[in-house]
């Protein structure tokens, strides 16, 4: 019987590894993944942090600086996952693909399309992005729709119309991208809220922190004022319409009888926890999250969450979030 297994290798997976390491635990960390970088390998290759290096690093070991001074791209994350892996040597088990976790008497059975591994302690890491969420809007469109997840720069959308939808950071730097060769009409639920030029992703963190641990304070906003957002709204199109009520053949249309017409969707509606694996333990609540105590579940003390967002965990699905709520995990289990 393996001490611990942990199910995933991206950026949570990799700093509750660390910990492990340090705290001498018997484990092994199982990855879907051909390689290292979890799901930053299929990001769109512009996309940038929204803080600088030195805080966008997990434990024990700084991300380089970009060499152009600004915030890490998707590629430098990347490098700094494979790096990180192989400094620390954890023991990761690639490409194994995870389709169930079920009881087994005093331990939790891992079942995976390369063997089965029987664990005092399974750990959950992986993520939300193989999860893509698009809302349901009755009507049909006969132009193309896409996911952030399929989004990979803007050259396709040159020339065309494109309704953008989403109000988080993705939404936003999608719209500036895509602005810049087409037609763009972003979309919201509720009127966009940018963070001031001088603040980034560090007072979201530590905002969110203060909230979970009840503390009072003003909203802060959610739109990190990275260098594309920033000019984007100075060329005046970081400008949202509120969110319409259903699709046409031909574009979208508002409960007022108002309509645009639009070649292109693309949904940046977010994402939700990866946990088919987990069904079988019969454990999700209305929500279709796990409860917790921290980022143990409730129902079944054996099982730990990490890196799904703040259920898990203050930005637990941050890089700086992840680092210090897998401190926490580990310090629980010892």
Known sequence: MTGVVVIGAGQAGLAVGYHLRRAKADFVILDAQEQPGGAWRH???????????????????MMPAPSDGGYPTAADTVAYLADYE????????RPVTVSAVRRDGDALLVEGDRGSWRAKTVISATGTWWRPYVPYYPGGFDGRQLHTVNYQGPEPFAGM?????????????ILAEVS???????VTLRPPRLLP????????????????????????????????VRAARDRGVLKAEPMFARLTPDGVAWADGSALACDVIIWCTGFRPALGHLTPLKLRGPDGTIPVDGTQAIDEPRLH????GDWTGPASATLIGAGRTARELVRRLS
């Not at 192989?86 to 088990?93: D, F, Q, T, V």
């Not at 119309?161 to 730097?173: E, L, Y």
């Open 197 to 228: 030029d001088e603040l980034d992703g560090r007072a979201l963190f530590e905002h969110a922190t203060r909230r979970l641990q009840g503390a009072s304070g003003g909203d802060l906003g959610d739109i990190v004022a990275v260098p594309s």
């Open 43 to 61: 990001v769109w290759p512009s996309l940038r942090l929204f803080s600088p290096a030195q805080y966008s690093s997990l434990p024990g070991r």
């Open 86 to 93: 192989l400094r620390y040597n954890l023991p990761i088990e």
């Open 161 to 173: 119309r494109v309704v953008v939808v989403g109000g988080a950071n993705s939404g936003a730097q």
């Open 180 to 186: 810049a060769v087409a037609e763009t009409t972003w």
């Open 305 to 308: 969450l990490l890196g799904y």
